[in-house]
Antibody, heavy 117, light 108 residues
Framework: QVQLVESGGGVVQPGRSLRLSCTTS????????MHWVRQAPGKGLEWVAV????????YYVDSVKGRFTVSRDSSKNTLYLQMNSLRAEDAAVYYCARALGHYLDYWGLGTLVTVSS | EIVLTQSPATLSLSPGERATLSCRAS??????LAWYQHKPGQAPRLLIY???NRATGIPARFSGSGSGTDFTLTISSLEPEDFALYFCQQRRNWLSITFGQGTRLEIK
């Protein structure tokens, strides 16, 4: 069955970097676009980024443009989110999800990112 | 940015009852709207896409309707496992994927 497992979250100081990973199985990774979505404590979901099936197209929410980079490695069936210059407002549970067009048909359980000095 | 407003914030019902959840968009999203279910400790689950299409494996008691700015998720007869958080999502374009704040469906 389709599985997505996020990892790489943790506590990081403001201004530092963190790389999240999303390891996938149960489907042909290279056939699907992939999303990152986050949920800050007490807040609703916020879409963060999407990457096309072949990595040729990437889109980001305005608040992370220039700081976050989404990428993928089809040889490892893994999606990444490189997060630089982290801010307090980036603290959230980060989910990866498989794209069904512009919808998200399978999600992981999420990984928690805490930004604190 | 297209804002999705869900109502009510919390809905208290009993098993067997009918649940009606609303999602209103700040501008037309045509029929580009999805509904998800999220239970604590679990991954969110896609229920409905393109306003009225059930996702794979979703029971027939879940149905979606609406177009433009007003959408409804209906659960015809609540099962114990249906009590969860529900949120909507619009996909008008790549640069504007947004989610509603959610409706918490709780047992009365």
């Amino acid at each position: 069955q389709v599985q997505l497992v996020e990892s790489g979250g943790g506590v990081v100081q403001p201004g530092r970097s963190l790389r999240l990973s999303c390891t996938t199985s149960g489907f042909t990774f290279s056939d699907y676009g992939m999303h990152w979505v986050r949920q800050a404590p007490g807040k609703g979901l916020e879409w963060v980024a999407v990457i096309s099936y072949d990595g040729s197209n990437k889109y980001y929410v305005d608040s992370v443009k220039g700081r976050f980079t989404v990428s993928r490695d089809s040889s490892k069936n893994t999606l990444y989110l490189q997060m630089n210059s982290l801010r307090a407002e980036d603290a959230a549970v980060y989910y990866c999800a498989r794209a069904l067009g512009h919808y998200l048909d399978y999600w992981g359980l999420g990984t928690l990112v805490t930004v604190s000095s | 940015e297209i804002v999705l407003t869900q109502s009510p914030a919390t809905l208290s019902l009993s098993p067997g009852e009918r649940a009606t959840l609303s999602c209103r968009a700040s501008q037309s999203v045509d029929n580009y709207l999805a509904w998800y279910q999220h239970k604590p400790g679990q991954a969110p689950r896609l229920l409905i896409y393109d306003a009225s299409n059930r996702a794979t494996g979703i029971p027939a008691r879940f149905s979606g309707s609406g177009s433009g700015t007003d959408f409804t998720l209906t659960i015809s007869s609540l099962e114990p496992e249906d009590f969860a958080l529900y949120f909507c999502q619009q996909r008008r374009n790549w640069l504007s994927i947004t989610f509603g704040q959610g409706t918490r469906l709780e047992i009365k």
